[in-house]
């Protein structure tokens, strides 16, 4: 069994600041990491390997830099790791991630055959949650998104069964082989590096795949190029100056407490009160 997972290096969100005057993204002295949604694909990936045996492939598409992030992944147990880099994938979209993403893949089923890949439900820079659909429809693979845990893999039969959440609850599916998932976070707990692991994964041999290497045949789908989408402006929410407004319970009823706090909604939201007598009269 061969999985790939796909993952990405992206800024730690937790330090991003925003300039006050150009409204862009300040990435000097941040520190980059390993998307926290892609370790939860990763931790199910290897966890089949476990149960199963076979070949866990970690792919990236992204700066030299990122090699480090692939290392991080191969200290985990992932058996290989390739780095998509090229000047010409600069600027790239989810539409255009996806495209380059999907050759490379293909490239790795070329030299051993894929069975399953692997995405988190989205990453923290653009939590769009488009390129693991974009790259399952680009190679038409069957899609599985927000799994929140594998019941059952068949490999004989080639067939795999999953919990999935939606709105309305928990969805039970099966398909066939070969298929991409996207795992939902808190689905697993990623384990610990082994120092051997870590020794490892320090003097490992990353491939590295240009646009060549990675088969792209149309080089106007990748970087700025195949982009369409445009970020016309990057900001930072505004602080809310009114104050929290403190009720107290000692000297006012609970309902007229509910009374008086529904009144100032109504009186901020004039049109609410009416939506609301439609909507339950209907």
Known sequence: MHIVVCIKQVPDSAQIR??????????????AIVNPYDLFSLEEALRLKDKFGGKVTVICMGPPQAEEALRKCVSFGADDAVLVTDRAFAGADTLATSYALAAAIRKLNSEQKVDMVFT??????????????????????????????IVETD??????????????????LKTALPCLITMLENTNEMRFASLPS?????????????????GIEDISKIGLKGSPTVVSRVFGPTPRSEKAEMVNLETSSLRDISL?????????????????????SA
């Open 260 to 280: 008086n706090l529904l009144q100032s909604i109504f009186t901020v939201h004039p049109t609410l009160e009416q939506d609301l007598v439609e909507k339950f």
């Open 120 to 149: 988190g439900k989205q990453t923290i820079d653009g939590d769009t949650a488009q390129v693991g659909p974009g790259i399952a429809k680009r190679m038409g693979l069957q899609l599985l998104t927000y799994v929140s845990r």
């Open 198 to 214: 870590m020794i490892h994964a320090a003097a490992y041999q990353v491939r590295k795949w240009n646009k060549d290497d990675a």
């Open 155 to 172: 490999l004989e039969a080639g067939t795999i069964t999953v919990e999935r959440r939606g709105e309305g609850g928990v969805q039970i």
């Open 18 to 31: 925003v300039h006050p005057v150009t409204n862009t993204i300040m990435r000097q002295g941040v520190p």
